[in-house]
Nanobody
């Protein structure tokens, strides 16, 4: 199985950048499709970006397209989310997800604990 730990969240001003990291402990990380989700107060958890196990397929939510970049390094068991041109509406807890389902766009069974991202005006 796999355990996930997110890091890199924090407080930045509108227009700033953050890079989130998700470190995986499982030996089968390289076989998992991965996703980044976020959840703001009072809202449903939503998919932000996803990447296939071999990085051949990448998805971005329309709200972050052109601003965020998802990538992975299977040798380091790490998936990254580079967030640029941040907006107040990006404020949320961001979660890493393993075994993301490319066929249904539903999350897999494995979640990290989340990392808080807050964008100030």
């Amino acid at each position: 199985q796999v355990q996930l730990v997110e890091s890199g969240g924090g407080l930045v001003q509108t227009g700033g950048s953050l890079r989130l990291s998700c470190a995986a402990s499982g030996r089968t990380f390289s076989k998992y499709n991965m996703g980044w989700f976020r959840q703001a107060p009072g809202k449903e958890r939503e998919l932000v970006a996803a990447i296939s196990w071999n990085s051949a397929w990448i998805y971005y939510a329309e709200s972050v397209k052109g601003r965020f970049i998802i990538s992975r390094d299977n040798a380091k068991n790490t998936v990254l989310l580079q967030m640029n041109s941040l907006k107040p509406e990006d404020t949320a807890i961001y979660y890493c997800n393993a075994d993301f389902r490319l066929d249904s766009f539903l999350p897999g069974h494995y979640w990290g604990q989340g990392t808080q991202v807050t964008i100030s005006t």
